[in-house]
């Protein structure tokens, strides 16, 4: 992708040149490369799960390996995968669309992304060193508490440090949108990408300390001899559910939130027209941001809470139904009367309204308590979030990558490969888990390692593997239009979709302090209200003058790999105490670079008014 | 005029709706072919649930079918510039109202079902059943408190009346799930007991699952709930406590070898769930472990490594040899008192 840089430079200098990078856009490469690594893993993980239940009495892979896998699957695909492909959108667009020079704390950003990524790669070295964690995604205590072997430390320990990480990277970008949008971007004119975005870091916020306070729970149980989930020794299992779901709904609304957001922008380029009800989309946001906390023991419907705590959540978690309907609403109205270019980022959101629509309304009826009690734990659960991720996360990521992919490497991804690449995801992905719905009420439940013969379930399964086929089919064609893309499209301008945002305004890609001088917006749609009164460009707040800009550092880095090194140390130092030099090896780099950075004053630079204009000379300020 | 026509479309669609979806899955399997009192409330729900999201659906697919063939860009129409519409304060109002009030429509039924399921008013009322349900890795205790029996793997309950269960787990967490009489509930370690009551309306022998991830073999754990009617059952309760655990004499060396190897964790008789299932009537079961045809050479490679057919149980692989495993089921083999329940047995096998 960046293969120009790479020639100038030659490839240690751009290594390392990544490495030590506080800049939001490269931070936004790294968490695409990392993110989409990770999400191919998760796909293949996914492929052989249902390569195993393409049949019945299938013994394609073992039932501890299969437990394995499913654990692996989920856990990549939401935390590795999900999270860091929204952060990659996050870094390319939000201090562009504010009007910002790089985020709050780039020093912090870059930390954020070197904790997910060493996270991610100790949950992944589990499959090396003697198995991987088996006890599902949600690692349901004691299960996991008694799980043998290493494979649930790794997901303590690997999620405890990228979790870290995203809630670095949430409290940035918060943080961001608080203090850095340029002169006249309200509140109330910002796009409702960097809203939503808004929103979620506060969701990060507020959730992930939950997984966080259960994680070093687990841990101590596990590593220390605490017994918080033992019951045999008067702690509580249930709890752990709790902490979990407190952390992992509202989770479900981090993931989803920001695409609504890129599918509100993307709806309203690709019609011509500015969002319908703009501040009701807004409220829309934040109200399910709230009511997300609300509804977190709907996932407990069959632990045993009684009918009253039943009741309270079933109702609660119906009530989100409300503002999302809202939504759905309004992104049609978008369209009503607009003048809809169907591109390749247009297309995979037109699809994600029927598909989003359906994983909405399935979710209303999970949220009937009592019926749950048939759902709970089946396909149909499976069948409900695959449509509420897939449909909507993954198609959501895939239509941002094609909308912001010139923004971000200044070509636009092939729209015919790009249009090539839906259809069989589109087709895969309804194959693979509409049936899941009925397979699930026909009685067959979740992370089943077989399922026997004379069930019914045969035919059901079967399609939902060919679906599964043509999904990977569609990813390595997306993948192929990447490459393809790198090497043989032109260059393009900074405003290849007549775009309405400030992100537009500025070159593609961006030069490294993205505005030359910072740019006055007047309302909504800043971009569009300057080119409907005939203006090329923004007009600046701002005289031309020198830019303040932070330095790279390599700290960050070394940061994270102490705790990567020091989380084996945790890891081993239960089979044998000399394991703790590891720890105390890890924690001693992580502790020295962060003494390092309290010590040593990190001014940044300056980039003068002169080269500024050099730049400008060479057209990079149109 | 209209209001009526609107509730004879409703109707069809309803009943549509149900005549589809019965149509799906295995007798005494699916959720979809209710047999007992919990599944069909739950139908119930479930099919009002999906009237009113096929409604909403159809409603939102209207106007997105419209919206993208008419206002799609035709040839020639690249620089038109749509009205820049801020919003419609009425029909924003619409479509927030409207799902309040559907969802209220749902919440009802949904509030009134969950407590009526969760319902324990004749609990403990004379001739009312209670039944301990033990979920254990990868197996269940049935226990009968009130009349000294146990069992395992196969839960016999009368029919026509409700009978509570009384829930745990023994290591981690389970659940018990009979899709066709009602729906499931966790069975948690400590004490997090769990209630709830099965109400099975015909007689028969009904499929249960475990559907909570319980280790490498949780999709193998799987029960039957045989309902029978209730002359049968007190017959089958009588026939249990009054079993006579001695072997012919074929199989003397049999129960030797199982009294030495066995016993320690498969009682015979009534007693707490133990380290594993209560063998009491075992030839009675429908299926060895849950899940095994069942048949003597079955029986006897089971015995010898379970491992193979149940990866991660707790069963010790070569206890015994296999010529002993072979005297051993021929034992097991003659643990059948009781005929209750056997002709339903076999019309399940006939289905197959």
Redesign the interface.
Known sequence: MSTALAQNRGLGAMIWDYLTTVDHKKIAHLYLVAGGFFFLIGGLEAMLIRIQLMKPDNDFISAGLYNEMITMHGTTMIFLAAMPLIFALMNAVVPLQIGARDVAFPFLNSLGFWLFLFGGVILNVSWFTGGAPDAGWTNYAPLSTVSPGHGVDYYVMGLQISGAGTLIGGINFLVTIVNMRAPGMTYMRMPLFTWAVFVTSALILFAFPALTVGLFLMMFDRMFGSVFFDTAAGGNAIIWEHLFWIFGHPEVYILILPLFGAFSDIFSTFSKKRLFGYSAMVFATVLIGFLGFMVWAHHMFTVGMGPIANSIFAVATMAIAVPTGIKIFNWMFTMWGGNIRMTAAMLWSVAFIPSFTIGGMTGVMLAAAAADYQYHDTYFVVGHFHYVIVGGVVFGLFAALHYWWPKMFGKILNEKLGKLAFWPFFIGFHLTFFIQHFLGLMGMPRRYWVFLEGQGLEAGNLISTIGAFLMAIGTVIFLVNVVYTSVKAKKVSGDPWDGRTLEWSIPSPPPHYNFTQTPLVRGLDPLWVEKSEGKKGMTPAEPLGDIHMPNASILPFLISLGLFIAGFGFIYQVDNKAWLILVFLGMGLTLGSMLTRSLKDDLGHHIHKEELEKDLEKGAGE | MRGWMGKLRAFFIFSALTLL?TG???DN????KPKGY??D??FD??MI??A??LF??II??A??TF??IR???RKG?ED?????????KA??VI??VI??IL?LV??VP??Q??????DESTKGDEGVTTIEVTGNQYWWHFGYPDDEISTSQDLYIPTGERVYLDMKSS???H?F?V??I?????T???????TMYLEAYEEGVY?G????????????M?FRVIAVSPEEYDQWKEDMQNVDPEATAEAQEGQDLYENNCMGCHAIGDGAAGQGPNMTNFANRTKIAG?IEPSKENLVDWIVNPEQFK??NQMPANLVSEDEASQIADYLMELDHSDVGASASEAEVEE?
């Open positions: 979806l799906c899955g295995v399997l699916s959720a979809l919990g599944s409330l739950l729900l479930m649930s999906i009113i999201m909403v659906f939102v697919m106007i997105y919206v993208l206002y799609r860009q129409q038109f510039i749509p009205k820049q519409t801020e919003g419609n029909l924003e479509w927030t799902p309040i969802l749902l919440a949904t509030v079902a969950t407590f009526d399921l969760a290591d981690v967490i659940s799930w899709p066709s009602a729906g499931k509930m966790d948690n370690p400590g004490d997090n007991d769990n499929w699952h475990c559907a909570e991830l319980c280790g490498p073999s949780h999709s193998l799987d899940v990866p991660g197959e």
